[in-house]
């Protein structure tokens, strides 16, 4: 082999290796694949470990041969777990409290972030500044002069202690909702408007037959996010709405202990034992994990078009 | 009466924002004076005369921070939390959306996998992950690496490492939002600056320090803000645990001392807020890029 062809079989290999400029070779792209799916495998590993444990009996689950294969498929947890949850019922109380302030606190967004795109007026940017505190300030600090405030006016165990908030435009990381829409509705020109005026169209009606089409996936994905955020959260319900009445699957699963006892008058609470948590937990995470499925898009690409990176 | 255009906008203007603004001043504005005001009292609600207050000037403050250890020590917890988890969930998400960002196939795949955990961790989840050891990777836990390294190095090392590894999944698991928040930004960079400083002889590291990292500081900033938000605020936290256990705690707590606690939280986590802000955007400099447009 001459000298010429020794070179010419090494700068192929470089060149396959580390391609132009490094981030072409297939070295570079071997470690960006490798990376990516050993960390998206930490993603997943718990979700993985929790369908693995679910299905795993009490001897499994003691059996230190058996990792993560369970000896034969064991429904008896999400048996145990359906009950504790008292799932369908728990499952509409939860829709109940979530759903429906997502729904109005999306519409409300709409409007206050309309008002803020597209009217002048005095003390805007001082209104502003007041919005995008509120999304720093903690819940925290508010909750105990809102708690004396629902008791006085009898909505304490009452869904209107999720509803009332949401109604008025303080639910849960409302501003960020606002200013999404704030961000979409800025983008649509002028123009149209002042067409519309022309041709007599009052201001709300602008909104209404103009506006709200246009924004449509700006809707889908604040109610989306308002909807997970309020799914997800337990502790201004656990103040609130502390009576039992309005329990949320989570909140259950804070409280699987005592929920399990409810089902099972007598029972040994020492028989819960993980497969059967974890049971519960998958249950939990079950519809947000459907409706992301289907869904994904919006989510993602929802911060995408927000806008919000582009100031 | 005739009205002028600019008039009615303003009319129109507010009426469109005019519920919010009531919610404003009556579920955020009033609260936060009143929670103020109660922090200097004692405050209980009496079956007959209802609300009751009685001015003890700073005691709930003095009591918060000569006499609740178990305070003190979760807000110490939180700030090493804090310290630990924001550079690490800004470094991790930049990292993965770089990742993301290069010409690879399935993105859009790992992206979902990645954002996953925003749409299932709640507090009660990561709860049963965590007490079900799931929260750690098997493997580290087994290796005996963490209780090495706690009798070797000195505490204040230790504990963060010993964060880091036994929490990986959950400090990933935070990172969600960050990753398409990066990601968006990555995409907005002009393509044409890359290839000029590579003409210029610029290697990609060096093309990462001068181009990418100034041109994502106001992304660095926003996902900043959204970390420090989303952990001050998530209702596993100690120190919020606290806050509300105070509440329905007999006198000399309650309402009052609650309040107390809840202000010293707020004032901490504004501090925290005020300084990422100062130190990321750096307004004395004023080279804050302009990012997309």
């Known amino acids: 082999m001459t000298r010429e062809k020794v070179n010419y079989i090494f700068g192929k290999i470089r060149h396959f290796l580390f391609g132009l400029h490094y981030s072409d070779g297939f070295l570079f792209k071997a470690i960006i694949y490798l990376l990516l799916i050993s960390i998206g495998f930490v993603y997943v590993y718990p979700i993985l470990h929790m369908v693995s444990y679910s299905f795993q009996s009490l001897e499994d689950l003691l059996n230190p041969a058996i990792n993560y294969l369970p000896s034969s498929l064991y429904f008896g947890n999400y048996q145990e777990a359906f009950k504790s949850l008292n799932y369908f019922k728990t499952l509409g109380t939860t829709l109940l409290v979530t759903l429906v302030p997502a729904i109005i606190q999306t519409i409300v967004a709409s409007l206050v972030g309309y008002g803020f795109a597209r009217f002048e007026f005095k003390g805007k940017k001082i209104w502003m500044a007041l919005l995008i505190a509120t999304y720093i300030i903690p819940p925290q600090v508010t909750m105990i002069p809102k708690y004396i405030m629902f008791n006085d006016m009898g909505l304490l165990n009452n869904v209107f202690s999720v509803i009332l908030p949401a109604t008025l435009g303080q639910g849960l990381y409302s501003a960020i909702f606002v200013l999404i829409f704030y961000q979409f509705y800025k983008m649509i020109p002028k123009v149209l408007d002042e067409a519309a005026q022309i041709d007599g169209a009052s201001r709300p009606f602008i909104y209404l037959r103009v506006a709200v089409p246009l924004s449509m996936p700006s809707f889908i994905t604040s109610f989306l996010f308002s909807f997970v955020w309020y799914w997800n959260e337990t502790y201004l319900s656990t103040i609130f709405m502390d009576s039992g009445k309005y329990d949320t699957l989570q909140i259950k699963l804070l409280k699987f202990v005592s929920a399990y006892q409810e089902a099972n008058p007598g029972g040994d609470i020492r028989m819960i034992n993980e497969g059967m948590r974890l049971a519960a937990t998958l249950l939990i995470i079950l519809p947000m994990l459907l409706m992301y499925f289907v869904l994904q898009r919006w989510f993602i690409e929802g911060i995408d078009n927000a806008g919000i990176t582009g100031e | ?293």
């Open chain 2, 1 to 293: 009466m005739k009205l002028t255009n600019k008039k009615r906008d303003a009319i129109a203007g507010y009426s469109f924002i005019s519920i919010w603004i009531v919610g404003f001043l009556f579920l955020s504005a009033f609260p936060l004076l009143t929670s103020f005001y109660y922090s200097f009292n004692e405050v209980i609600i009496d079956g007959q005369q209802g609300l009751v207050t009685t001015f003890t000037g700073f005691n709930n403050y003095v009591n918060a921070f000569t006499t609740d250890v178990e305070f003190l020590n979760a807000l110490r917890e939180y700030l090493v939390d804090i310290a630990v988890y924001l550079p690490l969930i800004i470094i991790i998400s930049m990292i993965l959306a770089i990742l993301l960002n290069q010409k690879i196939k399935g993105r859009g795949f790992f992206r979902s996998v990645y954002f996953l955990p925003v749409i299932i961790s709640s507090g009660p989840v990561i709860n049963e992950l965590l007490s079900s050891g799931t929260g750690t990777l098997s493997a580290i836990s087994r290796s005996g690496m963490v209780e090495n390294m706690q009798a070797n190095l000195p505490v204040f090392l230790s504990e963060p490492i010993a964060i880091i590894l036994s929490e990986m999944i959950v400090i990933l698991w935070f990172s969600g939002v960050q990753i398409v928040l990066f990601l968006a930004g990555l995409q907005k960079i002009n393509r044409e600056i890359y290839e000029a400083a590579e003409i210029d002889g610029a290697s990609p590291w060096e093309s990462f320090w001068k181009i990418t990292l100034p041109s994502l500081r106001p992304i660095i900033l926003l996902a900043s803000i959204y970390t420090i938000v989303t952990l001050s605020t998530f209702s596993n936290n100690t120190a919020l645990g606290i806050i509300r256990q105070g509440m329905f705690a007999p006198l000399p707590k309650g309402f009052g001392y609650s309040s107390a606690l809840a202000w010293v939280y707020f004032l901490l986590v504004s501090a925290i807020l005020g300084l990422v802000t100062v130190v990321i955007a750096k307004p004395w400099q004023n080279r804050l890029p302009k990012g997309g447009k």
